[in-house]
């Protein structure tokens, strides 16, 4: 809880902070909260980009059989920078570093997060990892072409640059267990007072389950990928099976950090999707305690599920049958989500602004991404589309579709707190159209060549899946040109739009209660929480402030 003699020595730490640099560096030497997430904000955008510039790329190459714009060491190499970056820059992340910095602490009335320098440098180890990672496509050797998951033997004999993008992964991580860290210890330690655990709001129930996998799983691909460093430089057989090492322990060690990851990237969505809803259907979210109880489940679960990526790599039995239905278990908490949204539309006053049509459209996507999940979960379908294009849609719908979609409805819902500015309603309703007809077009076509028996990472391909690639290839340009559109009447927005109050939604949790964007302090007195959790009777009592 804050008391004030804590709030008085937290002024202070601010003014001496923000006193003592101006220009540039009083950006990259800030303590704010606000302003790291803003930084996280335009560097994360930037590699997601280029990114979505790998992707089109591969695609184009994928337009029809036989060698178009590449050889095959190129592809190779453009399909892996573009997992690396997608993954490990943009999805993991992206919703936590962005939102989760700039509004947990305003969601539970603290001024900033527990460590504020540690923030920065949380920030400034992501760069780093960032660099190191496309640093490597210009040293000598080439990029990276092992996958977006190194696998071994591929990483330990490959001539291209594998350590130095390892590495990167290894400072990623750590950057994400001091956010984690941080996060954790302003929920525990900077609630407002009247705030107890029952009391915060989702997104912050989302981020906190979200931290503890950082700070647990994180450690274990860390370790992982020094060993494979080692084995490279050192010829240790720890994976390598020509030196007596075990890939399959490879795997294991791999997809116990990376199948929680998922859980990383989906879980600040699902926080997300939890504001927007109360908000736009003007009601009080539906079993507010199984909503933020399943968040925990889903991270318990999610640690034990990781074995559902190796059924076929020579798993007893008994394994494969426990991990299948372990992984049948973890849809459940997903499953009361997504009911319990529903029941908090029903009979709601639903005003279909963009940021809810967003999570609309969410919804159906990740839905589609949750069952064909289910499809990969059971045995005996799991070995047929094994490895397919099938794989590869079901990826993109949850991840893209999941954490992807929901990073533009948490932009469109929280752009006007942030930077004071309205944008464009008519053209983000086209957007979110266009989005999602690219979208289909994309990836549900890989669902039918995955059934067809289409293998994923292939530079080439057969002449029957010609018309799907050609159609998947279309679907990108579309969905690459709406992603270009749709940040372009956003900075169009943040130096032209205009201005917005301080609740232009109607929200009522209390980054809606200060105003837009927020003062360096947050808050000129911290708060006392006397009301329930989504308790729109506030809204008068706020409109009366105002």
Request: aromatic letters at 18%.
């Amino acid at each position: 809880m804050s008391d004030n003699s804590s709030t008085v020595s937290t002024k202070s730490f601010y003014q001496q902070s923000t006193n003592k640099y101006s220009g540039i560096l009083s950006w990259l030497l800030t303590v704010d909260h606000k302003r790291i997430g803003l930084m996280y904000l335009v560097t994360i955008g930037f590699f997601f980009l280029v990114g979505v510039t790998f992707g089109v790329l591969i695609r184009l190459e994928l337009i029809s059989p036989g060698p178009t714009l590449m050889d095959a060491q190129t592809y190779n190499s453009f399909f892996t920078l573009h997992g690396v970056i997608m993954i490990f820059l943009f999805i993991i992340p992206g919703l936590p570093a962005i939102f989760g910095n700039f509004f947990l602490p305003l969601q539970i009335g603290a001024r900033d997060v527990a460590f504020p320098r540690l923030n920065l440098l949380s920030y400034y180890l992501y760069v780093t990892g960032a660099i190191l990672a496309l640093l490597a496509v210009l040293l000598p050797g080439g990029a990276i072409d092992t996958g977006w998951t190194f696998y071994i033997p591929y990483s330990v004999r490959s001539s291209t640059n594998i350590s130095l993008p390892l590495l990167a992964a290894f400072v990623l991580g750590f950057s994400s267990i001091l956010t984690g860290l941080n996060f954790i210890t302003t929920v525990h330690r900077l609630r407002a007072p009247g705030m107890t655990f029952f009391k915060m709001p989702l997104f912050v129930w989302s981020t906190y389950a979200t931290a503890w996998i950082q700070i647990i799983a994180t450690p274990i691909v860390g370790i992982t990928i020094l060993l494979v460093i080692i084995e490279r430089f050192f010829g240790v057989g720890i994976f390598d099976p020509a030196l007596g090492g075990d890939p399959i322990l490879f795997q294991h060690l791999f997809w116990i950090y990376s199948h929680p990851a998922v859980y990383i990237m989906i879980l600040p969505a699902m926080g997300v999707v939890s504001e927007i809803i109360p908000t736009f259907a003007r009601r009080t979210i539906f079993g507010y305690k199984a909503i933020a109880m399943s968040s925990l489940a889903i991270a318990f679960v999610g640690y034990l599920v990781w074995a559902h990526h190796m059924f076929t790599s020579g798993m007893s039995d008994e394994a494969r049958w426990i991990f299948s239905l372990l992984t049948f278990l973890v849809a459940l908490p997903s499953g009361v989500k997504i009911f319990n949204w529903i029941a908090t539309m029903y009979k709601g006053s639903i005003d279909p602004k963009a940021p809810f049509l967003w999570v609309m459209n969410f919804i159906f996507l990740f839905s589609i991404g949750g069952l064909t999940g289910l499809v990969l979960g059971s045995l005996a379908t799991d070995i047929h589309v094994h490895d397919t294009y099938f794989v590869v849609a079901h990826f993109h719908f949850v991840m893209f579709g999941g954490t992807g979609t929901i990073f533009f409805a948490a932009l469109h819902y929280w752009f006007p707190k942030m930077f004071g500015r309205m944008y464009n309603a008519k053209l983000a309703n086209v957007s979110i159209v266009f989005f999602f007809v690219g979208f289909m077009m994309l990836y549900f076509p890989k669902f039918i060549m995955g059934y067809m028996g289409m293998p994923r990472r292939y530079y080439d391909y057969l002449p029957q899946f010609e018309p799907l690639q050609q159609i998947s290839t279309v679907g990108s340009w579309i969905l690459a040109s709406t992603i270009l559109f749709i940040f372009s009447y956003l900075i169009y927005a943040l130096f032209k739009g205009p201005k917005a109050s301080s609740n232009p939604w109607g929200g009522v949790t209390l980054e809606w209660h200060i105003s837009s964007p927020p003062t360096l302090e947050n808050f000129h007195e911290i708060p006392t929480i006397t009301h329930e959790p989504y308790d729109f009777s506030q809204l008068k009592e706020m409109q009366h402030d105002a």
